[in-house]
């Protein structure tokens, strides 16, 4: 069954550049396409980073930094990275396509090689290597799946993902990288590599080459492991008689446990390499070992047979799409020999704690080991997700949480998760909790300039960086359209503690005289104010008041005060002045009369004739007893001669 058609990146335009073809390989941390650049119109390898792996921001970007950095290595024998880059989840390589087969298939179908050969691959990995570690990278992972062989005979080293810089941190922290059987002591004890580790896996893999197995084997990993850590390479010559040995040195030097006494670097391996050679004769690099596919025969059997290329289960990062020619094998030679074994004694306490923590972190190209698996899981990468986000995922996996602590990071946006624990990847029961680490952003923020800015993309701004949105208050400008921004405080530029509160002053426009329409009828006062470019309201109900029924009796604001554009005038419509009885204030003295009417609502005009000197009320313009409109002048007349 062709397993592409089920790959939903098959077909696709990757980026808007990159079509993709075929899927070539399944690895530990990525899928690896053949693929067209639609722009340069080449065909080239897509490596494309298992979307899980993609949340993960601290590993994205030591994807991206080791990218550049391979990009800069150029070598006939390092498989070149020609392009990065990213479309949603899908983080990518774009690199050299290598038509034809690794030295792992070559390995399954031919068992050893002929001394010569196993040289003729060896030398151009050591030239790739040494350059790299001249120029300061580790590669970390030597294994026979990293090594390609074109269909033109030439020698690549693929998979430079892991490379760290020499002198730089290589502990591996939770997740030890490369293949077991090709790990240096020091890799498996210590966590630690260095030019010296990949010497050592090179070692490894010319014992392979020559013999056609792998120098320790075992029933489990942990076997392996141990074997590697109290047990000295054999010799190759141990498996297969005759081999020179110069061959059996060249092995023990690349792989002495002790990695001071090793060559420093590829580069002297390679001198000893080729140093190895000089001295052997053309019969003895020539030799075919026994089980390994015969390069000579005679009659009508000496013809080539062609094998299929099978994808390999392991493996990240192999490019092969043709068909590699060989020899045939001779039907009566045996197949290749196997590695002497004997069983394993009782470790010490310290060894049994290193293989545990070991075992743990294994799985990059050897699967994962564990006992008691079907009741434990894996923590999901949770790094750099929104802290919604992570708790979903811990839903769907099963997991609960136990919490959640909030600490300051300078690298990790506010929010997202920092760290949890226990880590992403490590081991944990099928029902446990975790507890999850979120950022609370820089301990330090400066408050962001938003003057100019609408109130909402104000405040989007300060959450981002950790500060809270506070009060706010408006005022009217000039220069700052209505809405926006006009400061904050603190200004500008200030440095604060995340989750400190911000104020905000927001621009009403510049101001509007609010006109006086009392007076008017409700559809004369609405048409002045929304000439002046505010709204008006005329509020439900209406009250008794000295203006005419049906005109404006009250306004709010009144007229003279200051309004913004767009503002709303409540009006208040009159229903006409109340009716009220008026007093009889004939017969008594001018201030009692006026107090009396005005406390009943009336307003006074006091009417004295020429030449009186009397202060009492003689008549009244509306007679006592009678009614009058409230807030009505009555007028009080005094006695004259």
């Known amino acids: 069954m062709d397993t592409t058609l089920q790959d939903p990146l098959v077909g696709q335009l990757l980026d808007g550049r990159y079509r993709i073809e075929a899927r070539i390989a399944v690895g530990g941390m990525a899928t690896v396409y053949r693929a067209v650049d639609t722009r340069l119109d080449r065909v080239l390898a897509l490596k494309v980073m298992h979307p899980a792996l993609a949340t993960d921001v601290s590993f994205v970007e030591r994807f991206i930094r080791e990218a550049k950095s391979v990009a800069r290595l150029a070598h006939p024998n390092v498989v070149a990275v020609f392009d990065q880059g990213a479309q949603g989840a899908y983080v990518y390589l774009a690199m050299e396509y290598v038509a034809g087969c690794t030295l792992r298939d070559v390995l399954r179908e031919r068992g050893a090689l002929q001394p010569r050969a196993a040289l003729d691959i060896l030398e151009p990995v050591l030239a790739a290597l040494g350059a790299a570690h001249r120029a300061g990278f580790v590669h970390r992972d030597m294994k026979p799946e990293n090594v390609l062989i074109g269909d033109d005979g030439r020698v690549k080293v693929a998979d430079f993902g892991l490379v760290r810089a020499v002198g730089t941190a290589t502990d591996t922290t939770g997740s030890l990288l490369g293949t077991v059987s090709y790990l240096a002591p020091e890799q498996i004890e210590h966590g630690s590599a260095d030019t010296r580790s990949d010497v050592y896996a090179c070692g490894v893999v010319l014992y392979e080459m020559l013999t056609g197995v792998k120098p320790h084997t075992g029933e489990n990993a942990a076997q392996v492991i141990y074997l590697h850590l109290n047990s000295d390479v054999p010799a190759p010559s141990a498996v297969v008689p005759g081999l020179p040995v110069a061959l059996d040195s060249l092995v023990a030097s690349a792989t002495a446990r002790n990695p001071e006494v090793r060559p420093h670097d590829a580069v002297l391996l390679l001198g000893e390499a080729r140093e190895a ?15 390994a596919l015969s390069d000579t025969h005679d009659g009508a059997d000496d013809r080539t047979s062609v094998l299929p290329r099978a994808l390999p289960a392991d493996g990240d990062g192999v490019h092969r799409t043709s068909r590699l020619e060989m020899p045939p094998a001779d039907p009566a ?5 196997t590695a002497r074994r004997g069983p394993i004694g009782g470790p010490h306490r310290r060894l049994v704690t290193i293989l545990t923590a070991v075992l743990l972190a294994l799985g990059i190209g050897t699967g994962v080991w564990y006992i008691n698996s079907g009741q434990f899981t894996r923590v999901p990468s949770l790094l750099g997700q929104t802290q919604q986000t992570a708790e979903k995922r811990l839903s769907d996996e099963g997991l609960g949480l136990k919490g959640v602590e909030r600490v300051f990071s300078d690298t990790v946006e506010r929010g997202s998760v920092v760290s949890s624990d226990p880590a992403s990847g490590d081991r944990i029961r099928g029902n446990g909790s975790v507890k999850l680490v979120v950022s609370r952003g ?7 300039d938003v003057a100019g800015r609408s109130l909402a993309d104000a405040r989007r701004s300060l959450k981002k960086v950790g500060l809270v949105p506070g009060m706010v208050t408006r005022e009217f400008s000039e220069d700052v359209a209505r809405g926006e921004v006009i400061r904050t405080d603190p200004r500008a530029g200030t440095d604060r503690n995340p989750d400190t509160a911000v104020a905000f002053v927001v621009s009403k426009g510049a101001p509007i005289d609010v006109p006086d329409v009392t007076g008017l009828s409700a559809e004369e006062a609405t048409a002045e104010l929304e000439a002046e470019g505010l709204k008006a309201e005329v509020l439900p109900g209406r009250v008794h008041s000295a203006e005419a029924e049906g005109d404006v009796a009250e306004q709010s604001p ?16 009159s229903k006409g002045p109340r009716m009220l009885d008026v007093p009889d204030v004939t017969g008594r003295d001018v201030d009692e009369a006026r107090s009396t009417l005005e406390e009943a609502g009336f307003d006074v005009k006091v009417d004295r004739p020429f030449l009186s000197f009397s202060d009492t009320i003689a008549s009244q313009s509306v007679d006592g007893g009678e009614q009058a409109p409230e807030g009505a002048t009555i007028t009080i007349k005094t006695k004259g001669f």
């Open 277 to 291: 050679r000089a001295s052997l004769t053309d019969a003895e690099l020539d030799a075919v070992p026994p089980g």
């Open 333 to 337: 030679a045996p197949r290749r020999g």
């Open 442 to 448: 820089p301990e330090i923020v400066r408050v962001p």
């Open 558 to 573: 009144g007229g003279g005060a200051e309004a913004a554009e767009g503002d709303t005038i409540e009006l208040t419509v």
